[in-house]
């Protein structure tokens, strides 16, 4: 394969599509889509961070400024976790609008994420949301196929076909020319999403290496995913008799691999594998835990036995001579065990809900739109992983305040109650400053990586196959297709 | 020639494949639809078998102690998705269906979600009504992209025109053959639908179908006007599909980007923190203060004193009625914002079909936004009507007659069936006359090479 012809047909198709006024058309229009999505993106990460840090902090200083009381009334009075966007979710917002933002934690009780976009949103949201990463997924590959149909199809119509060949250029350097070619008027459409989301970056000062390894990563992923468009497109082009049919056929890969697969795919997953109701989880766990011991009736027999052999081991006779407070100790286990009960539910739960993502997962490897989406999510800090990390961090700080609140009570709370009249059991507030905020971290880089392992194969498979199809087409393939 | 063109138009085997592909996901959606029923179905008979046991057993242990078995006790009120949300599912995925509520402070429970899996959310549905506003009008596209290139490109236009005595007529036999065998389509999945999902034949079902039939005349109406510049068939096909993406896809995506960012929702997290101190901070306030904001709210409850040197329950409920009545301004502005949105989005859609026909679905299939928030409502009677029932009991510690539980079952919300037909059936009338009547003049000049 010669170099200097592949760059002569690449350099002659874009001068074919710089000449028609299309291209100017669908370029302006494209870069004008990707300005409005960026500045959508920016608007509600910077608006609803701003929304949630200030809620965070008032929730803070709610917590702060209570008095002097019994350690268990703030262990009910709890806090909040609000979820922030990541820096990224400017350029793809994935999940975020379906997942919840906010969270009350509080002693015995796992509450829901609550106040997700997509509860305050009409029947529109489920049309899909312009994004920066939804122009680069869906509209992108779309121009693609445009400008690309006919690169080889019409050439073979009009006779031009045989005039490359016969001066010389062979097949391969002929499809890897066009591709080239087509390769490069696809990156003038994505360079402006590149920069646009960098400059974002840089005026939010999010310029932090973790985000630019992601960034690095995303991009990176969407040039070998439009390599594998181009190609494609390309050797449609070439196989299909006219113009026509290449046309028809590109239209509709696009429209099974980006409107239909997804979407059924993820029907499929939930009509085999389906998850159970509110109340099912619910009750469920709550008679585990009666079943566990119910802290809360004097003759449970696990609570009966734990009292027992602390009386033994202390040598006392009854919990009031405890050297701790005796209650704040069976909330501590009460808690421990319902949360390791709750935590085996869940874990079941979030496992019905992998079994349906797992055939969307699957059709990945076939489908690299399918791919490139997870990635870009998942990269984007907006996809399921993203929000369950956020989820066990929130659900691990309610664990720790609980039990923080409990062996308070069990260091300075006696174990007499209070007379009628006498003031109530109390501790020092600055318990409450002591006890830290709450903070999310995101998900390290390399964490990444790790769940998307069939997105990142799949894209590396479609560009094996796609280079051994270029071979094998240029081999086989004839300057005039039989009918 | 009707005949003729019947039979010549379905021997294409890109037609037949097409029209399979489309009556499978229409059928499919069907029975996805139906196990969604099925599924909100079968949580409600839990729920309702819940609620009897959970009663049972909390009555049992503190049945003497009125004030801490009201502490536990929930109590269901199910918005009941209609037979037709198997067609629409809409919103019904995202909100729950039904609101299990103590009687303690109403903003600390009302907007907890159900367990959902994200991505499926993400997705969407596949439903019907995805199936007729998706799926219907690329299948429309693709059977009249080339209607006239088609014969214009293979030299066959000059044929027929010699032949028949009006090719105007001929083109528009063409064109309703292909409406007729999309429109069979459309009823023969009704019909389906009317069986597995056991639809009733109201003025709702009646509307969703009409809807339906607008929408569809819409994209035949859009296709021919296409037609009608007469151009090529790669210019036709980009042209349509571009259309439909904009109109499928983009506008609605615009929208709702726009409404999302012009009406964020601030005052969802405000009413969360300011439920919560409300009532909780109200432990380190004098009793009395509270009392007196209590009996202001209730001058009917001003005889039952709170003592003030030990706990009492009538304080308890004192302190979560001030949670609900300090976050009350700010879960109203909530409201008002999420009312907006939803005026707003309406507006935009009555001038986009795509839109205004799966927002009228939602609308017809009561799961809609919307019906969420006449949800909410009824949640805050309901909660109202419990609170009222049970506080006396409470205030006077008087157990409630043991037979008084029974009646205690889950509640159903109640619905005024009204279908608002013109504004419903209107702009998909408007939209369509107009290209109708564009292509029309269009057509008057016919080129035939």
Known sequence: MRKNIVVLIARQFMMQVFKSSVFYALLLIVIAMLMFAAYSGWHSYTVQNEIRTHYQQEARKSWESNPDKHPHRMAHYGTFAFRLKHALSMFDFGMESYTGNAVFLEAHKQNSVNFSEASFSTGLLRFGEISVAMVLQVVIPLIVFFLGFSSVAAERQMGTLKVILIQGASWKELLVGKSTGLMMITTLFYIPAVVVIFFLLLFEGSMESDIMLRYGAIFLFYFIFYVIVSVVTIVISTLSRSSKDALITSLGIWLVFVVLLPRTAQAVGSYFYPAPAKVTFESAIEEDVIRQGDSHDPNDPHFKAIKDSLLHAHGVDSVQHLPFNYSGFIMREGERLSAVTYQRHLKELLGIYERQNDVGKIIAVLNPYMAIRNLSMAFSGSDLFAYQHFQQQAESYRYELAQTMNELQMK?????????????????????????????????????????????????????????????????VKVIQNV | MYRLIIKQFIRSRAVVVTLSLLFIMGVVSIFIGRQFIEHEQRSIEQVTQHQHDHIERNVKYHGENVGLLLYYLRFALINKPTELAGLSIGQRDINPSVQRVTIRNLEAQKYDTDLQNPASLMYGNLDFGFVVVYLFPLVIIALIFNLLSDEKENATAKLVSIQSQSFRRYLFVKLSARAVVVYTMLFILFGIAIVVLNLPLDAALLAFVIVSVLYLAFWFALCFWITSLQKSSNYSALALLSLWLVLAIVLPAAVNSYVSNKFPVPESLSTFIKQRDGYHQKWDVDKGVTMEKFYNHYPQFRKYVAPDDEFSYTWYYAMQQMGDDEARYDSWAMRSKIRQREYTSRWWASFVPTMHAHLSFNELSRSSLENHLTFLDQTNAFHEKLRLYFYPYIFDNKPLPKDAWDSFTPEYTEHVQSVPWVSTLLPLVIVTAIFVLIAVFNMRKLVLH
Do not use: R
């Open chain 1, 412 to 476: 300075y709370i006696g174990n007499e109650k209070e007379k009628k009249g006498e003031k109530p059991h109390a501790i020092g507030k600055e318990h409450w400053m002591a006890f830290p905020d709450f903070k999310y971290k995101f998900q390290p880089f390399i964490h990444i990586a790790g769940t998307q392992v069939w997105s990142i194969a799949s894209l590396v498979l479609w560009c094996v196959v796609v280079f051994f199809v270029v071979v094998k087409v240029s081999k086989t």
